[in-house]
């Protein structure tokens, strides 16, 4: 399968999990992606848990290299589902820690809302990318959904790190390698200008 592909004319691109670095380096802040493969769910005390980890040089339960994110941690599974509502969480909140991930292999990340200047420079000197995914939409999000697997961390119950394996997630990419910002370049679209 190819790793990126658009699937009609001016519509979202295709891509494949795990994201190489060729991949990363096509994508541009506002692109519209559906993402299909192998992602992680981690959020704070997750993220806490790997830094402290390559700090201390211990293996980490996941192999970053070359992959995604997703800043969430689902509600409980109902019978006959596979996931519960399962949504972004504000990406700030892992900034302390993302880039030591991201120099470690970490390719993408999932989440909302803006980055810090540190985050963003990783992601530019590591070519990856920042997604953001639909608030609002978890139950929709969790039909994307077609497996999951606990991996790592299960005491921290609902944040644990788990595997997802999606089909066509719909994301937008806000950071790209270049240095590029969807929210920055959207909202001076929208800044008065005196006449």
């Known amino acids: 399968m190819n790793d990126i592909s658009t699937t009609y004319e001016n519509g979202p691109i295709c891509i494949q999990t795990p994201l190489s670095a060729d991949v990363c380096a096509l994508l541009r802040a506002g692109d519209m992606v559906l993402m299909s493969g192998d992602v992680y769910t981690a959020r704070d005390a997750a ?24 800043y969430a941690a689902p509600s409980p599974t109902p019978p006959g589902k596979v996931i519960g509502s399962i949504g972004p969480t504000t990406s700030y909140r892992m900034d302390t820690f993302t880039p030591k991930l991201i120099e470690n292999g970490l390719r993408g ?53 788990r595997k997802l394996t999606v089909v066509d997630l719909p ?16 909202q001076n679209k929208w800044h008065i200008k005196s006449i």
């Open 47 to 70: 993220h806490r848990r790997l830094n402290e980890a390559l700090i201390k040089g211990l293996p980490l339960p996941i192999d970053l290299s070359t992959s995604t994110i997703f």
């Open 109 to 161: 990340m999932i989440g909302k809302g803006n980055r810090s200047p540190e985050v963003v420079e990783a992601i530019r000197k590591h070519k990856a990318v920042y997604f953001g995914a639909i608030g609002g939409i978890a139950a929709l999000t969790a039909q994307c959904v077609k497996r999951m697997e606990l991996v790592a961390y299960e005491d921290l119950g609902p944040e644990a790190i």
């Open 171 to 186: 994301l937008v990419v806000i950071n790209d390698f270049q240095g590029n910002d969807l929210y920055i370049s959207e």
